[in-house]
């Protein structure tokens, strides 16, 4: 999820530089079936922005992935492993870069499933 601009407020955002909604499960995703999840943050942590890009930090990867960045093996296929490695890499590093801190995205669901075949 990347998505969330609830920290804006009439004076402007109430934290420089993300998107600070905190949402909590009553009943956390322990196992889904036919399907992935892909959060922008783990626990206790907020969504940045990449603001030289002008998207969310996690968005501007995530899409770079997808047009063939996270294909790591080089088969014009990627997997859900190979997003959750690219990502793994790439946000975290960014985001204690720009700001100090932690952003870790977080992947639920079956990791051997193809995501995108590339031409």
């Given at each position: 999820?990347?998505?969330?601009?609830?920290?804006?407020s009439?004076?402007?955002?109430?934290?420089?530089?993300?998107?600070?909604?905190?949402?909590?499960?009553?009943?956390?995703?322990?196992?889904?079936?036919n399907?992935?999840?892909?959060?922008?943050?783990?626990?206790?942590?907020?969504?940045?922005?990449?603001?030289?890009?002008?998207?969310?930090?996690?968005?501007?990867?995530?899409?770079?992935?997808?047009?063939?960045?996270?294909?790591?093996?080089?088969?014009?296929?990627?997997?859900?492993?190979?997003?959750?490695?690219?990502?793994?890499?790439?946000?975290?590093?960014?985001?204690?870069?720009?700001?100090?801190?932690e952003?870790?995205?977080?992947?639920?669901?079956?990791?051997?499933?193809?995501?995108v075949?590339?031409?």
């Open positions: 999820m990347d998505a969330c601009f609830s920290g804006n009439a004076g402007g955002m109430l934290v420089k530089n993300i998107s600070p909604a905190m949402l909590k499960s009553a009943s956390p995703v322990r196992k889904l079936n399907g992935v999840i892909f959060s922008s943050t783990g626990k206790d942590q907020v969504s940045h922005w990449y603001l030289e890009k002008q998207h969310g930090l996690f968005t501007y990867f995530f899409m770079k992935g997808l047009r063939g960045e996270a294909d790591e093996d080089g088969n014009k296929k990627i997997t859900v492993a190979e997003m959750k490695k690219y990502l793994s890499d790439k946000v975290p590093y960014l985001a204690r870069r720009q700001s100090g801190r952003q870790t995205p977080v992947v639920v669901g079956d990791e051997s499933c193809e995501m075949r590339l031409k």
